[in-house]
């Protein structure tokens, strides 16, 4: 009774959040344990929350867009990929939704998964930022 | 005070605020941000960009059941999730535009309108639907769920889908601008205006929340408002905290917890109000 393509999406959704889960475990570990140098040091970071965004990169150098890619070598950096993981799931779900909805011949549901998709990736290009 | 206290203390309050979430039938982001801008020194938009993860994290780990189980559909959620998506879009460009003080003003006002929206709206278990509109026929939003506490199978279909999808584009506006996820309107706009049974409204929620979060949490981090330390030990102890309070769910007492949210937002409103006014 429950529909093939939520079957699919509970399938992709369960194996994503269990490795980004662990993922965000293991880097974070390392961030806390000093495993990797911080970008921004973390005994500076007490101050430099009560900033804006805007202030806190003028201040530190942090990265804007994906300019966090350069800075994976950074103990904070690195976690970022652990959070992607998180986001890439939803859009690889959206993704997987439009090709089920195309083959079980649901068009309109398959137009808007793939609209979700391309919202998703037009805000991840930093279209809107 | 030392560094290493705060994610010690944000994966404390995270886990427990994981378990009332689930206690009173909340999403974590509508306690996680007013909790954090009124009462805890990170400036906002580093909160509300922390609450959209939150929102996104907590929702995508419960998914998985609720989607297996019916409770949840895709094809009720997709095209109100596309709509809040580009709003929440919106939304978050409005927010990173507001003055700081204007926005946690505005926060106030807003959490303190959630916390009336909870304490007046009563659920209709099984709205009476008696026709579908052409839109919501059009978009497949029907279907048939079984419920185990009924043990018989419940068909549902909507009707004022396009006041839905109006609806739902303010929901995304305001989930973007402030963090919010969007759990506390989602559900009473599936249920009350669109008649979506009371449980498929609720596992549909989270669900339709994904998508809208996700593109606001884009525009945040494209403007560095992403700060690992205060999200990922409150990613890790929202999501080990539900998963506790599915655990605590059945012998727990639900209006009791649900009295506690509501003055806990009412606390956190008002303080949020008084700190955008300088006080």
Not at chain 1, 2 to 24: D, H, K, M, S, Y
Not at chain 2, 144 to 155: K, Q
Not at chain 2, 254 to 264: D, Q, S
């Amino acid at each position: 009774m429950v529909p093939n393509e939520q079957l699919i999406c509970a399938r992709w959704i369960e194996i994503g959040t269990r490795v980004a889960f662990a993922c965000l475990v293991a880097t974070f570990a390392l961030y806390l344990l000093g495993g990797l140098e911080p970008l921004v040091p973390t005994s500076e970071l007490v101050r430099l929350w009560t900033l804006s965004a805007q202030r806190y990169v003028a201040a530190t150098g942090a990265p804007t867009g994906w300019a966090w890619l350069r800075l994976v070598g950074k103990g904070d950096y690195l976690n970022m990929l652990s959070i992607m993981l998180f986001v890439a799931v939803a859009t690889a779900c959206y993704a997987r939704l439009a090709v089920a909805f195309v083959r079980d011949g649901k068009r309109a549901q398959a137009y808007f998964a793939l609209l979700q998709v391309l919202v998703l990736l037009a805000a991840a290009s930093g279209a809107f930022a | 005070m030392e560094w290493w206290i705060w994610p010690i203390a944000l994966f404390a309050i995270t886990f427990v605020m994981g378990i009332v979430a689930v206690l009173a039938g909340v999403g974590g982001g509508v306690l996680f941000v007013p909790i954090m801008a009124a009462f805890f020194p990170f400036h906002i938009d580093f909160v509300r960009a922390a609450g959209l993860l939150l929102a996104i994290t907590t929702a995508l780990s419960a998914a998985p059941a609720l989607l297996r189980s019916g409770l949840a559909s895709v094809r009720l959620a997709m095209p109100l999730t596309l709509v809040s998506s580009v709003t929440s879009l919106a939304g978050a460009l409005i927010g990173l535009a507001l003055p700081s003080a204007t926005l946690q003003a505005a926060l106030g006002l807003a959490i303190l309108g959630i916390a009336l929206l909870m304490w007046r709206s009563r659920g209709a278990e099984h709205p009476d639907v008696p026709r579908t509109d052409a839109l919501g026929a059009a978009l497949g939003m029907h279907g048939v769920y079984h419920d185990p506490a009924l043990a018989r199978d419940v068909a549902w279909r909507v009707h004022r889908t396009p006041a839905g999808f109006t609806v739902f584009a303010g929901i995304g506006v305001i989930a973007g601008m402030f963090g919010l996820g969007a759990g506390w309107a989602n559900v009473p706009a599936l249920n009350l205006l669109m008649g979506v049974p009371l449980k498929l409204a609720v596992g549909t929620s989270g669900f339709l929340l994904i998508g809208g979060a996700t593109s606001a949490f884009w525009v945040y981090l494209q403007r560095g408002a992403v700060l690992p330390m205060l999200i990922v030990p409150s990613i890790i102890g929202a999501i080990l905290g539900a998963k506790l309070g599915v655990r605590l769910l059945r012998g727990a007492k639900p209006a009791l917890v649900r009295r506690v949210v509501l003055v806990v937002l009412l606390l956190a409103g008002m303080r949020s109000l008084l700190k955008g006014f300088g006080i």
